[in-house]
């Protein structure tokens, strides 16, 4: 179980990477951006991020995944205001998943713990927030793609740079793309 929780601990911080490499490519303005009236925002976003991650991991091992003090509805209005707030909100979500995840131990992976009162493994669980997280990533970095444009710095392999990407890993295993 310790090769998969690394492997799980892994893919979340990359798609925490993800989401920061964006934050930087944009201005503060930007993380207010709507598409219109029913869409989110990064900030919006990021609150329901946070908002999760919170409920999920705080104490996940004693109590239920859905917290009695969570509001999930008040996670989609604006009421964040600046850079600095959002950037907490996204910090203290991750950090409370990694203090989790990094707290459980060999005799853990037996325990049945529960989210909105359904049962689940440990794995199940992370599992769950494996699949949760990274889409709402998802729609952060492709917010920061449309408001960014022309000036978007890509975060993968860019189009048409496949065969200079697999030609670089060929001399230099090792390496990262730039």
């Known amino acids: 179980m310790e090769v998969y929780l690394n492997s799980a601990i892994r893919q979340f911080a990359y798609y925490r990477l993800l989401g920061e490499k964006t934050f930087s490519q944009l201005n503060d303005a930007d993380l207010f951006w709507r598409f219109n009236e029913d869409s989110n925002s990064i900030a919006i976003t990021i609150k329901h991020l946070a908002g ?8 996940f091992l004693t109590t239920d995944g859905e ?4 509001n999930r509805d008040t996670e989609f209005e604006d ?6 707030e959002i950037m907490a909100l996204w910090n203290q979500g991750w950090d409370c998943l990694f203090n989790a995840l990094n707290s459980i131990t060999a005799d853990d992976w037996h325990k049945t713990i529960y989210i909105r009162n359904e049962p689940h493994h440990i794995e199940d669980a992370i599992n769950r ?3 949760h997280y990274p ?3 998802g729609q952060i970095v492709f917010i920061g793609k449309m408001i960014a444009g022309s000036k978007w710095q890509s975060l993968s392999i860019p189009k048409g740079k496949s065969e200079v990407y697999n030609a670089e890993k060929i001399a230099n295993p090792g390496s990262t793309f730039k």
């Open 52 to 59: 999760n991650m919170l409920s999920r991991w705080t104490d």
């Open 67 to 70: 917290k009695e003090w969570r």
């Open 79 to 84: 009421a964040v205001n600046s850079r600095e």
């Open 129 to 131: 927030q494996l699949a």
């Open 135 to 137: 889409y709402h990533v």
